[in-house]
């Protein structure tokens, strides 16, 4: 049975005649005939009468009509969901972020994309990467937003945006009004605040600090992005974070280095070969805007993009 069968079956019945419902249907008379007769085929019972002048409804006929006009209700407030999913006018989302997006760009992120998307409904979690890939595998979410690149083989990842940690101190720093780019044989020793060891952000500055030939001088490590900036905007330490922090922090200063660090690729993870919807296509879209730096191919490329890992139990 198929839909026309169902729109076919009810021109029929309201129009009392097969060739007036031929005509409103835009077919012929005997294709409607035919049609008809394989729905009273699959339905096992005559659902008009042919008998007389006029084609009435039969008693199963009568029992079916509110049926198929139930189901064709159904049927076209299906097809105008559809089109609101596809129009963005409504759907739903599952996220999952690893520690750092969900520190300083879920905020932003997310108002612009409710400001255009006020229909589409939204669950976001907080995890590592790892458990994002897992969940991704098993279709409990749609999209994971991370740094690394996929770890799973069930799971792919697309470049994002590129992003570059910078060194940053609170107002009162000595180094706060500092003009001149530094060296880093003037700032290696200075001493720091960082993210501790399970974040692929420390990782990635360790491991930078150690092509460098130096061991960054670590005053104060937490495990809160947000236990670091008060640290920083309020004292004498310094950090290295992402330099969107510091323009959603205008407390925190940032300071010039003389050879900036290297760039970091920002990735969306999904299962391969999984549906994109519509929601999730313009939610990256937003997200690939409130980037630091738009994605290039060569960037994506550079062994310095890569974060460091953690054995694949690192946040961000």
Not at 80 to 108: E, K, N, S
Not at 168 to 195: I, S
Request: glycine share 6%; with cysteine.
């Amino acid at each position: 049975m198929l839909l026309r069968h169902i729109r076919y079956f009810l021109a029929v019945a309201e129009q009392g005649n097969f060739t007036r419902a031929a005509e409103a249907l835009h077919v012929s008379q005997p294709t409607l005939s035919q049609q008809i007769k394989q729905l009273e085929d699959a339905l096992g019972a005559p659902l008009f009468d042919r008998s007389g002048r006029a084609v009435r409804l039969t008693d199963a006929g009568e029992a079916w009509m509110r049926y198929a006009r139930l189901a064709l209700q159904d049927l076209d407030a299906g097809a105008r969901a559809i089109h609101d999913v596809a129009t963005l006018a409504r759907g739903h989302l599952r996220l999952a972020m690893t520690p750092t997006f969900t520190a300083y760009l879920v905020g932003p992120t997310i108002d612009a994309f409710y400001r255009r998307y006020p229909g589409i409904t939204l669950s976001i979690e907080e995890m590592a990467q790892e458990r994002i890939e897992a969940l991704l595998a098993q279709d409990r979410l749609d999209l994971g937003i991370a740094f690394e690149m996929a770890q799973s083989a069930e799971v792919e990842a697309t470049p994002l945006f590129s992003e570059t940690l910078e060194l940053m101190v609170g107002a009162d720093h000595p180094l706060a009004a500092h003009r001149r780019p530094l060296t880093l044989a003037e700032w290696q020793h200075l001493p720091l605040a960082l993210l501790s060891g399970d974040f692929a952000t420390r990782q990635f500055i360790d491991r930078y600090c150690t092509q460098q030939g130096f061991r960054p001088q670590v005053a104060v490590e937490a495990n809160a992005l947000g236990a670091i900036v008060e640290i920083v905007r309020r004292g004498q330490l310094a950090t290295l974070l992402p330099a969107a922090i510091a323009r959603e922090n205008r407390q925190l200063k940032k300071v010039a280095l003389a050879n900036a660090m290297p760039v970091r690729q920002a990735v969306w993870l999904q299962r391969k070969g999984a549906y994109r919807s519509a929601a999730a296509q313009a939610f990256i879209a937003v997200l690939q805007q409130q980037g630091v730096t738009p994605t290039h191919s060569s960037a994506a490329s550079s062994p310095a993009d890569a974060p460091a890992r953690s054995r694949g139990k690192s946040a961000s």
